[in-house]
């Protein structure tokens, strides 16, 4: 697929148009809270057939209801998120940002880990990583992978949110990196990296090395079983 990134909104989330190179079917993945991604796509005219999640938080949802008043495509989310998408018009309450409040937009396909649609000739996959959040999860095809606030370059999501859960983050982590080292990650925060180079040198990641001896850094402890 061809990946552009849009960096949008006060938290310089990592919004997505995703293309498939065959047909020009596009996907959005994640939507910032801003209208930024909106005026920038409006501008732009692309072909977007859908709506991609990765997870609920504010900044990677929040601008969902803009984006659907001007792309009349179908949204997807996973199952277990809907208690967080649910918090949206509370959620920059929540987080001490009462401005950030925002509609929840609506979501037509509410999905499961192993979740498969065509975008043109590219099969999009729906790999479940939650711990961040309850639902999160990543979307990819062969060659590229867009995982939310799974991993960053050098670290990985935050797991002391409300609805976070640690000990799913250490086992997602683990499935995360069974996918072919050479995807390339793109993440919701930070620059864009690669599963291998994370898995050799990630802090975060010193118990998967340990498991599977590869050379690297020991990492440091985040959570038990790491
Ligand atoms: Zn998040």
Known sequence: MDVRCFTVGAFEVNAYLITDPATGAAAIVDTGESDEL???LAAEK????????THAHLDHAGA????QQ??????YLCTQE?????????????????????????IDHWIEDGFSVQLGETTLRFLATPGHTPGQGCWHDDTDILVGDTLFAGSIGRT????????????????????PGALR??????????LARELETNPFLGYIRRERGIQGPPGMRWAPGT
Do not use: K, Y
């Open 70 to 75: 001007d792309w009349r495509v179908p949204t």
């Open 185 to 194: 990650v793109w993440s919701g925060h930070g620059p864009m990296t690669t």
């Open 160 to 179: 002391d949110f409300p609805m976070s859960v640690p000990a799913q983050m250490v086992e997602s982590l683990r499935r995360l990196t069974q996918l």
């Open 46 to 53: 692309p072909d977007i057939r859908m709506i991609l999640l």
């Open 82 to 106: 809907r208690p967080l998408f649910e918090t949206l018009p509370i959620q920059g309450t929540m987080f001490g940002m009462p401005q950030l409040n925002r509609p929840c937009g609506r």
């Open 38 to 40: 909106a005026l920038a």
């Open 64 to 67: 969902l209801a803009r984006l």
